[in-house]
């Protein structure tokens, strides 16, 4: 603002100079800042949006594959759920279910500082703004509710103390928690999602607006030197 810089990729640099006369300045390393647009400014959210909305699909396959797994151990014939193997696939599942959970908690994390930083730009439609709360909200709980319970019942399905047929029922409940999740994660992506196309959709018109001020620009700059370039005045050509 103080230097009323246009959009633009901009290259600063500090210096520092010895208090002795004739001394040499001595300097960072360049930082470059990119001055965006309004326009550019919503295109980066709704990228960094649909980013968010990727990560959350690999999350959900993964989630499908393992619950794949634990429809594979209740499956098994008696006796066989509380063998080393299958003990230590139980482990696995609920270390990959707390693997899911901080991943998760860090796409939320990223989703409210997005939000945040779309909240800046009034160039994106409230409506749009609106859905994408919808998307954050639906995604809060999910961590801490039927992803958290699926963990420990997958975990308590693991104990040794636990009878088979203990086991089994922390394994089909432990399943059922996943399945809510993985269901939970599904409809928020696809709320996401029409966050994304909805942004889009309302920075449509801006976007061509700038491009149309661009062609203007070049026509202005083109006529100011048509003389130069074409040896005649405007008023002499055909």
Known sequence: KALKLSPQRVVIRGFTQDYKPGGRRVYSEPMIIFVLSKSEHAQMIRNELERITSELEGMIRRMDAMADEAKRLKGMESGKLKDAESQERLHALADEEQANRRELGDLLNRSESLFKEAS????????????????????????????????????????????????????????????????????????????????????????????????????????????????MTMEELD
């Open 120 to 231: 800046r730009n009034s160039q994106i439609d409230p409506a749009g703004m609106k859905e994408f709360m919808k998307g954050i909200s639906m995604l809060k709980p999910i961590p801490d509710g039927s992803m958290k319970m699926a963990q420990k019942l997958f975990r308590d399905s693991a104990s040794e103390s636990r009878s088979e047929q203990e086991s089994r029922k922390d394994l089909n409940d432990g399943e059922n928690s996943h399945s809510e999740a993985t269901q939970a994660l599904k409809d928020t992506m696809n709320q996401l999602s029409k966050s994304a196309q909805d942004m889009e959709a309302s920075t449509f018109v801006a976007r061509l607006r700038q491009a149309a001020s661009k062609e203007d620009s070049i026509a202005h700059a083109l006529a100011g030197q048509i003389n130069t370039i074409a040896g």
